[in-house]
């Protein structure tokens, strides 16, 4: 069993489920970030960047004084970055990809949880990919240089669409090299539908991380309830390729792997040659995919390679094709689930 919501129909099916027209705010509206009922406790490389002292800010105290192109400006500098768009939350809408290039060592966006950043259905919302020679191209290394540093905190992320634009995925974010991290964010209705086999990450797409060190995403929501979750060829909220990501007091809802049967992969969390997946506190629900894995497909680096589960609950995840040890989970590695409900 799996969601038969089509690729082409599913946000006006979802302004319907949501009892809310299309007139969402994505910036007040939704679930909150994270899963109330997470309590693992976060590594201390995991904690949110101190942005007390901003090298910009974005916006002069008003709405209309925080534009996309002031966005775009301020990734491009690189560094701490805040808002200031008045007392009340702010959408902002980019007609462009705010890109992190390679002269700038970290890039820390942090929007105070009054701030979504939308994509319009259009276009990406973040991208850093350190084998881009547009981007300060430096070395033949490039994948495995130690930044830029890219963390987003405190920000919803929304509409964001890669369809058309490259094959690489990631229709919120694409992390390709670097570091990347995600702390108290929530993710809306992104997509990426096109690419080959291995795009993907209908909020998230992360690859080849420096030195083969984990992306943390902590206290986060991707959906989070019907009408609000992702949408990818496979990984419907995220995507990784030799990544280790540590999902720590999250929640997955109504994200969806749409695709052929053998493509439509992770519903939820898709990972290929992963050294290791990591989940604690994670709650995810109603996440499906046409392939397998309605909730998690992990394909291990080696046969040793571990989706650890802890403290967390998988329930109520579709695919078209079952046959994982556990329901919504197909994997191939060693699977170590602890004080967890999977069903």
């Not at 709405?63 to 805040?82: E, K, L, N, R, Y």
């Not at 963390?151 to 919120?172: M, Y």
């Amino acid at each position: 069993m799996y969601s038969s919501i089509k690729p082409w129909n599913w946000l006006a099916l979802g302004c319907v489920q949501l009892a809310l027209g299309c007139s969402f705010n994505a910036a007040t509206d939704g679930p909150a970030a994270g899963n109330p009922s997470g309590t693992c406790p976060i590594p201390a490389e995991a904690q949110a960047v101190d942005t007390s002292r901003p090298d910009h800010v974005v916006g002069t105290g008003t709405p209309d004084s925080c534009t996309g192109d002031a966005v775009v400006s301020a990734v491009a500098a690189g560094g701490v970055i805040t808002f200031n768009c008045g007392p009340d939350p702010v959408t902002i809408t980019l007609s462009q990809t705010a890109t992190v290039t390679n002269s700038s060592p970290r890039v820390v966006l942090d929007g105070g949880g009054k701030i979504a950043l939308s994509g319009d259905g259009k276009v990406r919302i973040l991208y850093l990919n350190t084998c881009d020679p547009a981007q300060n191209w430096p070395s033949s290394y490039c994948e495995n240089q130690t930044g830029p540093e890219l963390t987003v905190q405190n920000l919803t992320f929304v509409d964001g669409n890669t369809n058309g634009q490259d094959l690489n995925g990631g229709g919120a974010i694409l992390a390709s090299g670097g570091r990347l991290k995600v702390f108290r964010c929530r993710f809306f209705r992104n997509n990426n539908y096109d690419g080959d086999w291995m795009g993907g990450g209908g909020a998230v797409r992360a690859i080849h991380q420096s030195g083969g060190q984990p992306v943390y995403i902590v206290t986060s929501t991707f959906g989070g309830q019907q009408g609000l979750g992702n949408r990818a060829l496979s990984g419907g909220a995220l995507s990784g390729v030799e990544v280790p990501f540590v999902v720590v007091n999250s929640l997955f809802t109504d994200n969806q792997a749409v695709a052929y049967p053998m493509v439509g992969a992770g519903g939820a969390i898709y990972g290929f040659h992963a050294p290791a997946l990591s989940l604690c506190g994670v709650e995810m629900t109603d996440n499906s995919s046409t392939g397998a894995g309605g909730a998690i497909w992990f394909l291990g680096e080696t046969a040793q390679s571990v989706l650890g589960i802890d403290r967390s609950t998988l329930r109520n995840n579709h695919d078209a094709m079952p046959g994982g040890q556990y329901s919504g989970v197909m994997a191939m590695g060693t699977i170590v689930p602890q004080a967890s409900t999977l069903q």
